[in-house]
């Protein structure tokens, strides 16, 4: 009797023990065939270009392809969706964009709780954007702009590359509250027609991408006020941020990646870990300096934390201007 009870115990506790087992043993060899990496937005955005550029270094790193599948649509929507609904074994992982942030102030409904659904793996990149003007604007400060909005309700026009976009028309929600001006959105279907009027005079303000702007600013076709970013940029020293003129205002566009929740911890810390290692490789700190970024090095954790604060920042700002996705 006692030898059959010692045999049970000893089955029961080699059950207990296997799907642990397992689990370590397949995060061990992970991976072990290409992993699909899906971003929502088009091919030869900064996003787009980001994960190929990463997924490159990761494939070569770690043996096996990161392959980028872009699944455009509903703002970053059917993206998600894809990712919320593979299986939590590591191949497949989401690019992580400011949208996650808005999306669930602008949306009624969704098929999914992005905080629950999606669990952190690694940040990417941190992007500011810097305000500009047409020249016909006489503002050549933000109290100037600010001023000028004032004395005039409603007769400037902000452009940016779509209705619910961060750093276009959200940036500027928040800029028109803290500064108490009345001032237009203009939206439009990305940024590159969005500009195209700005040059042109058709629209006046704009939020963007510093490495959209600077050949303009350069070539005095665009005037820069600000920068959004808590400090000033190396390749605009002479510019202010925003902040020296409305304590508070900052604003960045960040990437990072998620992977489906219950992804076992061990593959998220490999990711995380050699994510890191290509955010330290000096050949990609100059690919992201060229595209206006910093690296955004850190924990799991440090990216959820991230993704957190700017759903609720952006949350507020949204249900108080009533912002909608169209």
Request: a positive charge; one cysteine or more.
């Amino acid at each position: 009797m006692k030898l059959h009870r010692r045999k049970f115990l000893c089955m029961v506790a080699g059950a207990v023990a296997l799907p642990v087992f397992s689990r370590v043993a397949g995060a061990q060899a992970y991976p072990s065939r290409p992993v699909r990496w899906i971003v929502g937005a088009p091919a030869g955005g900064t996003g787009d270009l980001l994960a190929r550029t990463v997924g490159r270094w990761l494939s070569e790193r770690l043996h096996q392809q990161f392959l980028i599948e872009n699944r455009t649509g509903a703002n970053g929507n059917i993206a998600t969706e894809t990712v919320v609904r593979a299986p939590a074994d590591g191949y497949a992982l989401l690019l992580v964009v400011p949208s996650h942030a808005t999306n669930p102030s602008l949306y009624d409904k969704l098929s999914f709780d992005f905080i629950r659904d999606i669990v952190p793996v690694a940040g990417l990149m941190q992007v500011p954007n810097v305000v500009v003007v047409h020249p016909s604007v006489p503002a050549k400060t933000v109290p100037e702009l600010i001023a000028y909005a004032k004395a005039n309700p409603g007769k400037l026009n902000i452009a940016s590359g779509g209705n619910g976009t961060l750093g276009g028309h959200i940036a500027g929600e928040l800029f028109k509250m803290m500064a108490g001006v009345d001032m237009v959105h203009v939206p439009y279907r990305g940024n590159a027609p969005a500009l195209t009027d700005l040059l042109s005079g058709h629209v006046q303000v704009m939020f963007v991408a510093t490495t959209s702007a600077s050949e303009y600013i350069g070539a005095g076709k665009l005037r820069a006020l600000a920068v959004t970013s808590s400090t000033r940029l190396n390749e605009l020293p002479d510019v202010p941020t925003m902040s020296e003129f409305l304590p508070g205002y900052e604003t960045s566009s960040w990437y990072g990646v998620g992977a489906p929740e219950n992804t076992p911890a061990e593959i998220v810390e490999l990711l995380n870990k050699n994510i890191n290692a290509a955010l330290d490789d000096p050949v990609l700190k100059v690919r992201i300096a060229d595209a206006g970024g910093t690296t955004l090095p850190g924990s799991p954790s440090d990216f959820r934390k991230l993704v957190v604060a700017e759903t609720e920042k952006w949350g507020k700002v949204i249900r108080a201007a009533n912002i909608k996705a169209e």
